[in-house]
């Protein structure tokens, strides 16, 4: 059990499009769910927390309007990069947390990679 | 978020032997520490975690160990095996967010 899906694994854009990535909880239901977003070779850094039915809440530094979230289910999470730039190609990760608000364990996507052209 | 501090940042063990990673944080509202292991190109894993009312918790070959007074939480791995290179991640949580440290890329040679 505990299986968070990630849709793309990848994909390449032109400058100036959007793109939405789908974190999906596939056997569990997730009212919180993180983005996460990984440079090479580097820690995760938590862009937003996601929360069903309400709106996310941004990391400093992130800004709301380019990375749009949105959780309209209780297993489905969307990121959306508005006007793509190269300077946000990264790695996109998503995980869902499990249970109440005193569950802790994340479960995490597999991952998408994003390259800008 | 809070900081935390992850080292070493590269370790390199013989097959067999053990491996240590500290892990300091600042957050003292923190109450859960999980450690994830992450291979080349896949999705980071829970291997261990523990919560801050427990001072150590042991899976097998991998231990836990923290320190509240101190701040501060190691993992530890006995016997180890080529298997378990790749890089791992410690995290401290408050209110449900995690803050990761920076990683330790382990490496163990047969």
């Known amino acids: 059990g505990a299986v968070v899906s990630q849709h793309p694994s990848r994909v390449i854009c032109k400058s100036g499009t959007s793109v939405k990535i789908e974190c999906r909880s596939l056997d569990f239901q997730a009212t919180t769910m993180f983005w996460y977003r990984q440079f090479p070779k580097k820690s995760l850094m938590l862009m937003a927390t996601?929360?069903?039915?309400?709106?996310?809440?941004?990391e400093q530094g992130v800004e709301k309007d380019k990375f749009l979230i949105n959780h309209a289910s209780l297993t489905l999470s969307t990121l959306t990069v508005t006007s793509a730039h190269p300077e946000d190609s990264s790695f996109y990760i998503c995980s869902a947390r499990r249970g109440g608000a005193q569950s802790y364990e994340q479960f995490f996507g597999p991952g998408t990679r994003l390259t800008v052209l | 978020g809070e900081n935390v501090e992850q080292h070493p940042s590269t370790l390199s063990v013989q097959e067999g032997d053990s491996a240590v990673i500290k892990c300091t944080y600042s957050d003292s509202a923190s109450n859960y520490f999980p450690w994830y292991k992450q291979e080349l190109g896949k999705r980071p894993q829970l291997i261990i975690d523990i919560r801050s009312n427990v001072g150590e918790k042991k899976d097998q070959r991998i231990a836990v160990t923290l320190n509240k007074t101190a701040k501060h939480f190691s993992l530890h791995i006995t016997e180890t095996q080529p298997e378990d290179s790749a890089v791992y991640f410690c995290?401290?949580?408050?209110?449900?967010?995690?803050?990761f440290g920076d990683g330790t890329t382990l490496t163990v040679k047969p």
């Open positions: 995290a401290h949580t408050n209110a449900g967010k995690s803050t």
């Open positions: 996601s929360n069903e039915g309400s709106k996310a809440t941004y």
